[in-house]
C-alpha cells in the first residue's frame, strides 16, 4: 500500500477519460444483458448485479488463510469475467477476524450496511454457528468456505447456510478406514488440541477407525493455542508404546509439533498420520525436512492429476507470483463455481430461491479437487491419502492413493 | 521420565533468561513492563530472519541485544513522567506499546507463523538418558546457567549493581550523592529488555516466531515472577526452574490436567507465600 500513487494530473485525465467511456458500457450492457439494475434483488435471472459479502479473515491467527481464500474467489471471476451467467459480480470485502466477536458483526454488517445478496467465507466454526439467526431472519444465503464443524449441516443445518469445504470427521474418518485396513488394528495413539475441532476429528477417527476393526492404544488432549512445547506428550506416546501417532494440528501448532516429532527421534520409529492441514499451505515450507514421509488425508492437493486441477494450479502460480493454490483456495474458488450454477436456474437471489437452486446442480464435475456433489448441503467428495516428499527441492503432498467418496459422518 | 527432567531444564533456563528482565525491572525499577512478551517476539522474528548459519544466529543475537538495549532506554523515558503514579497507569502505557510493536512486526514480517532453525551442528539430536533430545535444548542448559550466574554477580557483587540496588533502597539519596538516578533506571530497564530479545532469539529454535506468541510468553514470565519474588535474580532462577518443570514433569505425569498444572502451582504459591518464594519479607509486595 505503500505505493499507492498520488493523484497526478494524468491520472486525473485518465480517470476522466475512463467516466466518459462509462455510459457507452452500460448502452452496450443494456442491448446485451437487459440493462443494469443497480443493487440486486431485483434480477431474477435476467442480467443485473449480484452483490456477494466476502467474509474472511484479514487480520489475526487465520490471515494466511483469508488470503487464500480471497484469492481462489477472485481467481475465479478473473476467469469468467466477473460474472455468474448475466448477472455481474460486486464483492464486498469483510473481516472475519480471529473469533464470532468480529466474525458475527461482520457478516452482519455485508448484510445490513452494505445490503449484500450472498455472503461467502467463514473460516471459524464458532462464527458460522453464530450467524445462523442473522441469516434466517435476513432470508439470505451464505456459503461457508472453511468451516468444519459437524453441526453447520448436521445438528444445526439450516436452508440458508451451505458449505463447500469439509467436515473435520469426513477427513478423520477417511484415515480411520484407511489405518485400520493397513496393519495399524491396534497401537495407534490419538493426539490433538482440547477444543472443539481437535474433538470432532478425534471421534471421527475413532468411529470410522473401530468400524473398520481397529482399537485406540491411547488419546491425549493438548491445551489448545497455549502449547508451545510437546516434548512431555511426545514422550507419554513413547511411553505408550505406540506404532503409530494420528494428530490433528494446523497453523503455528502444526509446525512446533512436526518439528518436535522429528528433533525427539519419534519420526523414525513412528511413522505419522494426521488430517490434512497438518502439512497444507505454508507451514509445509517452515516444517521443512522434518515433515518428509508425514502422511495425511485431505479432499484436495495441488498434485492431484487431473486436467481441472492442472489448469487451476498453473492459473493460479501465473495470478499469484508463482505461489501454489491450498485447499482453501479450492474451497473458495468452487463456492464461486456453484453460486455460478445455481444461478443459471435461481428465480431470485433470495436466500430461499438460491438454497432451491443449490440443490439442483448435481455434480461439479469441473472442480480441481475432482468432482463432487452436495449432500446435506456439504460435500460428499473423494478424499485423498498424501505423503510428504520432496519433488525437484520442494516439499508437496504428493497423491499415494484416492480413497474415493466419503460423506459427512453420521451423527 | 528423565527426559522431561532434563526439558524441564531447558525450558526452565529459557524461562529464566525472559523472566529476570521482567523482575528486575518491576522489582528494582517498581515499573510494570508488560511490553516485556513483545520484546522477545521481537528477537524471535530477528532469529527468524537472520538464523540459519552460525553468522546469521550471532548477528541475530547482537542486532537483538542493541535493539533490546534501545528499546529499554526508550521504555524508561516513555515511563518516566509516570514515576509518581500507580502501576496501572504505567501497566497501561506498556500495554499499548506492546499492542503497536506487536502489529509493526505483523507488518514487518507477516502473519504466517515462522520456525527458527537452531545453527547448524546444534540442529540435529543426541542420545541422552536413552532417549533421543535435540542438541540445541542441550546447549541451552549451558547457556542459560551461564547467563544465571552473570546477572547474580552483576547485581550482588559489583559496584553498578549495589548503584542499582540503593536507588531501589532510596532513591532520594542516592540522588543527594550525586547519581542521576533516572541513568540508573534507563540502564536497569535496558539490560532488562536485551535479556528479554536475547532470550527471543535463544528461544526461536523452541517456540518459533508467531503472531500471539508475545502474549503466551508474558504470561509465562509473569507466572514466574510471581512464583519466584519480584526484584530477585535467585527467585527468578527458582521460579523459572520450578515452571519448567511443572510444565514438563506436570504435563507428562497429569496429561488431563495440562491446561491447569501451571496456573495450579502458581495459585499454590500466591496461597502460601504471597510474596513468591524468596521475595523479601513483603518488601515490594505492595
Partial sequence: ?411 | MLVSVLNGFAIGFLLFILAVGLSLVFGMMDVLNLAHGALFLGGAYLGAALAGSWGGFLAALAVAAVAGLAAGALLSLMTEPLRNRSHLDQALLTLGVAFVAAEALIIVFGDDPLSVPAPPGLDGSVTVLGATYPTYRLVLIGVGAVLAIVVHVVVERTRIGALVRATVADREMVAALGVDNRLVKVVVFGVGSLLATTAGVLGGPIYGARPGLDATVLILALVVVVIGGLGSVRGALLGALIIGQVDTLGRLLLPELASFVLFAALALVLVLRPQGILGGAGARAR
Fill in chain 1, 1 to 411: 500500500m505503500a505505493d499507492q500513487p498520488i493523484l497526478t494530473r494524468r491520472r486525473l485525465l485518465s480517470l476522466f477519460g475512463a467516466a466518459a467511456t462509462l455510459p457507452v458500457l452500460s448502452a452496450c450492457g443494456s442491448s446485451v444483458g437487459g440493462g443494469d439494475t443497480g443493487s440486486g434483488g431485483s434480477g431474477g435471472g435476467g442480467g443485473g448485479t449480484v452483490k456477494v459479502g466476502l467474509v474472511v479473515p484479514q487480520s489475526g491467527v487465520y490471515a494466511a488463510l483469508g488470503t487464500d481464500l480471497q484469492r481462489g474467489w477472485e481467481l475465479w471471476l478473473q476467469q469468467n469475467g466477473g460474472k455468474f451467467g448475466d448477472y455481474t459480480v460486486e464483492t464486498v470485502i469483510a473481516d472475519e477476524g480471529e473469533g464470532p466477536p468480529t466474525g458475527v458483526p461482520a457478516v452482519q454488517k455485508v448484510l445490513q450496511s452494505d445490503g449484500v445478496d450472498v455472503v461467502v467465507g467463514l473460516v471459524n466454526s464458532a462464527t458460522a454457528l453464530g450467524v445462523k439467526d442473522t441469516l434466517t431472519e435476513a432470508k439470505k444465503l451464505l456459503i461457508v468456505t472453511n468451516a468444519g464443524a459437524e453441526d453447520v449441516t448436521r445438528a444445526q443445518r439450516t436452508p440458508y447456510i451451505w458449505r463447500s469445504s469439509f467436515t473435520n470427521g469426513q477427513i478423520a474418518a477417511a484415515m480411520g478406514t484407511h489405518l485400520a485396513s493397513s496393519g495399524f488394528k491396534d497401537g495407534v495413539y490419538l493426539i490433538a488440541p482440547d477444543y472443539a475441532a481437535g474433538k470432532e476429528v478425534i471421534a471421527g477417527f475413532t468411529s470410522a477407525f473401530e468400524a473398520g476393526g481397529g482399537t485406540v492404544l491411547a488419546s491425549a488432549t493438548t491445551p489448545f493455542g497455549t502449547t508451545t512445547d510437546y516434548q512431555p506428550f511426545l514422550t507419554g506416546i513413547q511411553q505408550a508404546g505406540a506404532k503409530a501417532t494420528f494428530c490433528f494440528y494446523s497453523g503455528a501448532e502444526a509446525i512446533a509439533f512436526v518439528k518436535q516429532y522429528q528433533q525427539f527421534g519419534l519420526s523414525s520409529t513412528i511413522p505419522l498420520y494426521g488430517s490434512g492441514f497438518l502439512t497444507e499451505g505454508s507451514v509445509l515450507k517452515q516444517q521443512a525436512d522434518a515433515a518428509l514421509g508425514v502422511q495425511t488425508t485431505l479432499h484436495y492437493s495441488d498434485q492431484i492429476d487431473n486436467p481441472a486441477n492442472k489448469a487451476f494450479v498453473e492459473a493460479y502460480k501465473g495470478a499469484y507470483g508463482g505461489e501454489s493454490p491450498s485447499c482453501f483456495s479450492v474451497q473458495s474458488y468452487d463456492a464461486a463455481n456453484v453460486l455460478n450454477r445455481a444461478l443459471a436456474s435461481a428465480t431470485a437471489l433470495d436466500g430461499d430461491a438460491l438454497s432451491t437452486a443449490l440443490g439442483g446442480i448435481g455434480t461439479v464435475d469441473d472442480s480441481p479437487r475432482g468432482p463432487w456433489e452436495f449432500e446435506n448441503q456439504t460435500p460428499k467428495q473423494n478424499i485423498y491419502l498424501r505423503k510428504v516428499e520432496n519433488v525437484e527441492g520442494v516439499l508437496v503432498n504428493a497423491i499415494v492413493q484416492d480413497l474415493g467418496p466419503q460423506s459427512q459422518p453420521a451423527a
